[in-house]
T-cell receptor, first 114, second 114 residues
C-alpha cells in the first residue's frame, strides 16, 4: 500500500469559515508534509512533521494551522482564509528522519475561498 | 537563495520519439533527487530517483542522469507515448534539521504529438 489519502477532494469555503483538510497514510512513514500548489506552478512546501513533531514551517500565515494527531494522520486547520489562498493542497509522506527516500503524494484537496 | 530550476517550461515531442527534460540545481548539500510526473488534477507521481553517489539510474523507459560537477540532472523518456503527456518536476531532497526538505523545480509541460 503506497497510498496517501486526502479528504475532502474539493472544498469551497467563505472567508469567515473554519474548515479542516485531512490526510492519512498507513505505510509506517514518520515524515508528513503539506504543500500548496497554485495553477501552473510547482508545489510549495508549507510544513514538515517528523515523528509527529513540527520540524519545518516555511513562514506560513497563522490562518493555516497544522496538526499531527498520530503517525498516520495529518490535518490542516483553516480559518479566516483569503481568496488568494485558493489552491491545490497536497499532502505527502516519506520514511522520515534523515533517510533520503521518496515522498508519496495524495491526490490533493482543491480549495476555493469565496 | 538556493533553488532548483528547469531550463524549458514546455516540450513537444512526436509519439515514439525520445524526450529529454533538464533540470539545474544550486544547493551543493543536495544528496537525493526525484523526478515526479503530475497529470492534470492529480498529485505528483514518483517516476525515478537518484542519489548523489550515482550518475545514472535506469527504470522502465526512463533514465535519470546526474552531473554533480555542473549541478544538472536530466530525465530521458524512451519511445514517448501519449500517456506521458504531463508536467514533470525535478525535486531535491536535502537534510533540514531533524527532517528532510523536498523542494520542487518549476516544471516542464510535456506534450506528446500524434
Amino acid at each position: 500500500d503506497t497510498e496517501v489519502t486526502q479528504t475532502p477532494k474539493h472544498l469551497v469555503m467563505g472567508m469567515t469559515n473554519k474548515k479542516s483538510l485531512k490526510c492519512e497514510q498507513h505505510m509506517g512513514h514518520r515524515a508528513m508534509y503539506w504543500y500548496k500548489q497554485k495553477a501552473k506552478k510547482p508545489p510549495e512546501l508549507m510544513f514538515v512533521y517528523s515523528y509527529e513533531k513540527l520540524s519545518i514551517n516555511e513562514s506560513v500565515p497563522s490562518r493555516f494551522s497544522p496538526e499531527c494527531p498520530n503517525s498516520s494522520l495529518l490535518n490542516l486547520h483553516l480559518h479566516a482564509l483569503q481568496p488568494e489562498d485558493s489552491a491545490l493542497y497536497l499532502c505527502a509522506s516519506s520514511q522520515g528522519g534523515q533517510m533520503n527516500t521518496e515522498a508519496f503524494f495524495g491526490q490533493g484537496t482543491r480549495l476555493t475561498v469565496v | 537563495g538556493e533553488s532548483v530550476g528547469l531550463h524549458l517550461p514546455t516540450l513537444s515531442v512526436q509519439e515514439g520519439d525520445n524526450s529529454i527534460i533538464n533540470c539545474a540545481y544550486s544547493n551543493s548539500a543536495s544528496d537525493y533527487f526525484i523526478w515526479y510526473k503530475q497529470e492534470s488534477g492529480k498529485g505528483p507521481q514518483f517516476i525515478i530517483d537518484i542519489r548523489s553517489n550515482m550518475d545514472k539510474r535506469q527504470g522502465q523507459r526512463v533514465t535519470v542522469l546526474l552531473n554533480k560537477t555542473v549541478k544538472h540532472l536530466s530525465l530521458q523518456i524512451a519511445a514517448t507515448q501519449p500517456g506521458d503527456s504531463a508536467v514533470y518536476f525535478c525535486a531535491e531532497n536535502i537534510p533540514s534539521g531533524s527532517a528532510r526538505q523536498l523542494t520542487f523545480g518549476s516544471g516542464t509541460q510535456l506534450t506528446v504529438l500524434p
